[in-house]
């Protein structure tokens, strides 16, 4: 029987805020700064109200041009974000990020949706931008977690080579956690969402399949470029 997703109004989701609030009484019930807490809830809820207006007004557009400047703000941001908790200076080797985030991003997004879903047009925003979103998020995890590790291990005196094979395992505990996970102890939510809008459980499956190898090959790719980019710049941890 097919089966199709209730339209959310506004009323009913401020029920989910319900056990949010539970979170928040216990915090404060136990003398915790719950302020970053709560500004993260205020901040995601803005974010994700104002991007569905910016969205439905990108997918009546159907501008090629557009969506390409939307994917390169996504990689300027995503980069810059990657960088946050590094201990060198973010210009330093932000080049750095936006280049091995950007050849990663752009590899995996062909193949995905010229390759696997045939997409026509290639920009079409319904399906890219979601898409480039889920790869630009990985990269950046992933460019991030190798990024911190391979200083750290700088700091030790460690050399490259031992520095770089374990920044790179480092960034990729995440993702293979992820696949071991999958399907088990997690329904990712590509395959949740298809499956309450009624697609059958078979073909989300396959689309989650698609999902999984994206993330984790973007991730992997994303931070072994950085690593190799920012070689000859390691003496600048130690200047």
Same mark, same amino acid.
Request: charged share 10%; hydrophobic share 55%; glycine share 4%.
């Given at each position: 029987?097919?089966?199709?997703?209730?339209?959310?109004?506004? &009323?009913?989701?401020?029920?989910?805020?319900?056990?949010?609030?539970?979170?928040?009484?216990?915090?404060?019930?136990?003398?915790?700064?719950?302020?970053?807490?709560?500004?993260?809830?205020?901040?995601?809820?803005?974010?994700?109200?104002?991007?569905?207006?910016?969205?439905?007004?990108?997918?009546?557009?159907?501008?090629?041009?557009?969506?390409?400047?939307?994917?390169? +703000?996504?990689?300027?941001?995503?980069?810059?974000?990657?960088?946050?908790?590094?201990?060198?200076?973010?210009?330093?080797?932000?080049?750095?990020?936006?280049?091995?985030?950007?050849?990663?991003?752009?590899?995996?997004?062909? +193949?995905?949706?010229?390759?696997?879903?045939?997409?026509?047009?290639?920009?079409?925003? &319904?399906?890219?931008?979601?898409?480039?979103?889920?790869?630009?998020?990985?990269?950046?995890?992933?460019?991030?977690?190798?990024?911190?590790?391979?200083?750290?291990?700088?700091?030790?005196?460690?050399?490259?080579?031992?520095?770089?094979?374990?920044?790179?395992?480092?960034?990729?505990?995440?993702?293979?956690?992820?696949?071991?996970? +999958?399907?088990?102890?997690?329904?990712?939510?590509?395959?949740?969402? &298809?499956?309450?809008?009624?697609?059958?459980?078979?073909?989300?499956?396959?689309? &989650?399949?698609?999902?999984?190898?994206?993330?984790?090959?973007?991730?992997?790719?994303?931070?072994?470029?950085?690593?190799?980019?920012?070689?000859?710049?390691?003496?600048?941890?130690?200047?």
């Amino acid at each position: 029987m097919e089966q199709t997703i209730n339209t959310i109004s506004l &009323q009913s989701l401020a029920y989910a805020f319900i056990p949010v609030a539970v979170v928040f009484l216990i915090m404060a019930k136990w003398s915790l700064n719950s302020q970053r807490a709560m500004i993260a809830i205020s901040r995601m809820l803005v974010q994700l109200l104002l991007v569905g207006y910016v969205l439905v007004y990108i997918f009546a557009s159907d501008s090629a041009w557009l969506v390409g400047f939307i994917l390169v +703000v996504m990689v300027l941001f995503s980069s810059w974000i990657a960088l946050s908790n590094l201990p060198v200076s973010k210009t330093k080797v932000v080049k750095s990020a936006v280049l091995s985030i950007s050849i990663s991003a752009a590899f995996i997004i062909v +193949v995905i949706t010229q390759g696997v879903l045939n997409l026509s047009p290639w920009y079409q925003p &319904q399906t890219l931008l979601p898409l480039a979103g889920m790869i630009f998020a990985s990269c950046m995890n992933s460019v991030s977690l190798s990024g911190e590790r391979f200083y750290a291990e700088l700091s030790k005196n460690t050399g490259y080579p031992e520095a770089r094979n374990s920044a790179f395992q480092t960034s990729m505990i995440p993702n293979i956690n992820a696949l071991f996970a +999958v399907g088990i102890v997690s329904l990712p939510g590509m395959m949740s969402g &298809q499956i309450l809008s009624g697609v059958s459980p078979f073909i989300a499956a396959r689309y &989650q399949i698609m999902v999984m190898c994206m993330i984790f090959a973007s991730a992997g790719i994303a931070s072994a470029l950085f690593l190799i980019l920012v070689k000859d710049k390691t003496f600048q941890l130690k200047s």
